[in-house]
Every structure is written in structure tokens, then in C-alpha cells.
């Protein structure tokens, strides 16, 4: 059972690299999202998708790109990495709802030098 | 706007005793769901537990139950006879009506469980 696969596990950049986190669910989930956890703060979500073709704009969207040509892949890019940028990075997928258990990747820890 | 609160960044508890960690939550939404994620040093969120807002029972999963006080505006995660595998960061969560679907965190309890 793959579930949510996230790759990198690890990266480190330079300021004003750009580089594409890769997403991807075997679970036919509608939903997705990217989140950044960020010490002492929990997760922010970043950007979000309710389906193919359909993404928008989270809590902290600034510097990230997305989109979602299919069900199960829902990539994140940064256009212009800045140091602000480091954190941990988590994808999530699920169905959409309230009451819905979101699954989640096992992260992305990027380090903008 | 919605909040998720947790007062304790970091708490202890002997092993095989039961631990109670505090989550009070904020929202205007009449309808809302609750969880609770576990996150071990190997960094990986690991769903533990959910309580919707209409439930009138407190939910429970295994060693895990939540606490649930809708008055209060509460959703306490009690765990039963703690093991050492417990020690982990532990994040409450809430999702509303909102049509993003996201997920409101909390900044997370680091829980150590002692031998």
C-alpha cells in the first residue's frame, strides 16, 4: 500500500533555485494539499486541489506553484527558493469533507541556503 | 477565523499510566470535524483518532479516546496505559465548513513517555 509518496525526503538549495517537490496518491482521492510545518507554528496549508484541473490558494501561498493534470499526482514548485522557504513540506490527500481522515506523505525537508 | 490552542508544548508521563493532552479549538461553524496526528521522530504524520461535531459519544480507538466537550469547546486526547512508542509530538486538528477543506493545526504537545 503506497498511500501519499512525497519525493524528495531531503534537498537543499540555493537562493533563487527552482525546484519541483513531486506528489503522488494511489488512493483515487479527489482532495489534495500541500502544507508547510514550520517549528513551534503546526502546518499551514500552502495550496489545495478538490480535483483534477481545480487547485487554489491556502493560508501561505507566496513563492509556491501547483497543478493537478491528474487524480493522482499534485506537484508543488518554487519558482525562486528563499531562505524563508526552509521547512518541512507534507503532502495530503483526501476525500472531500469534514469528516474525512486526511493521509499524508512522510514529508520534504528543504534547506534554502 | 478558526484556532486550534494547545497550552502544553511538552509534557511527561511513566509508562503504563494514562496521559491527557488539551486542545481547545475555536470556530463559528456549526459543523466541524476534530483529529488528532502523531508525529515520531521519524517525522510522519499518523492519523490516531476523529470526533465530529454532531457526535454525542466521545470517539474511541484503541488506547486513544477524545475527550469531547462542545461546550467548552474542548477535544482532549487521553491515552491509555502509555507505552514508550508513544513519545511523540501530538497535533490537534480541525476542519470546517470552509470550502478549501483544510485542516487547522494546532502547534502540537511533545509527549515523552518515561521507562
Known amino acids: 500500500n503506497a498511500g501519499v509518496t512525497q519525493t524528495p525526503k531531503f534537498q537543499v538549495l540555493k537562493t533563487g533555485q527552482s525546484m519541483t517537490l ?3 496518491q494511489d488512493m483515487n482521492h479527489e482532495y489534495m494539499s500541500w502544507y508547510r510545518q ?3 507554528m503546526g502546518l499551514r496549508l ?3 486541489s478538490v480535483g483534477a484541473g481545480i ?3 491556502g493560508e501561505v501561498p507566496n513563492g509556491y506553484n501547483v497543478s493537478r493534470s491528474t487524480t493522482e499526482d499534485f506537484p508543488l514548485r518554487l519558482l525562486s527558493a528563499a531562505p524563508s522557504q526552509t521547512s ?10 469534514q469528516n474525512t481522515e486526511a493521509f499524508f506523505g512522510q514529508g520534504t525537508r528543504l534547506t534554502v541556503v | 477565523a478558526q484556532k486550534i490552542t494547545q497550552t502544553q508544548p511538552g509534557m511527561f508521563v511513566q509508562e503504563k499510566e494514562a496521559v491527557t493532552l488539551d486542545c481547545t479549538y475555536d470556530t463559528s461553524d456549526q459543523s466541524y470535524g476534530l483529529f488528532w496526528y502523531k508525529q515520531p521522530s521519524s517525522g510522519e504524520m ?3 483518532i476523529y470526533q465530529g461535531s454532531y457526535d454525542e459519544q466521545n470517539a474511541t480507538e484503541g488506547r486513544y479516546s477524545l475527550n469531547f466537550q462542545k461546550a467548552r469547546k474542548s477535544a482532549n486526547l487521553v491515552i491509555s496505559a502509555s507505552q514508550l512508542g508513544d513519545s511523540a509530538m501530538y497535533f490537534c486538528a480541525m476542519r470546517g465548513m470552509d470550502s478549501s477543506y483544510k485542516l487547522i493545526f494546532g502547534s502540537g504537545t511533545r509527549l515523552l513517555v518515561r521507562p
Not at chain 1, 88 to 97: N, Q
Open chain 1, 22 to 24: 513531486q506528489c503522488a
Open chain 1, 38 to 40: 514550520d517549528p513551534g
Open chain 1, 46 to 48: 500552502i495550496h489545495y
Open chain 1, 55 to 57: 487547485t487554489d490558494q
Open chain 1, 88 to 97: 518541512v513540506y507534507f503532502c495530503a490527500s483526501s476525500y472531500p469533507g
Open chain 2, 46 to 48: 499518523i492519523f490516531l
